[in-house]
């Protein structure tokens, strides 16, 4: 289970740099959602997971760690305000500048240059 779990976070990971270094927009916008995924699945599975078991001490035998799972929360609700402070930011300069680049270019032309 850690393999797949491992191969998973490092699939989500390299496909979320290679859309980071894209030239528009919205590919990097969804570069970094991946990229928060892969590091919430970390973060969350290094808390281990430990079925039936209390997150409470001195309620049951055993007992699981909660920061993990709290920092996952958090992590989430902080990337979902990043991803929409960013897309309103990327349709503010789609809108003023007329193309999604990164750079700011124009046109095709000039990217070729």
Sequence with gaps: MEILISVVIALLTSCGVYLLLRGRTFPIILGLTLLTYAVNVF?????????????????????????????????IVISFAMTAFVLVLALRARAELGNDHVDGRNSVEEVKS
């Excluded at 290094?46 to 799972?69: F, H, K, M, W």
């Design 43 to 75: 973060i969350f599975m290094s808390g281990r997971l430990n079925p039936g078991a209390s997150t409470i001490i001195g309620v049951g035998e055993r007992y699981t760690d909660p920061l993990p799972q709290a920092l996952v929360l958090t992590a």
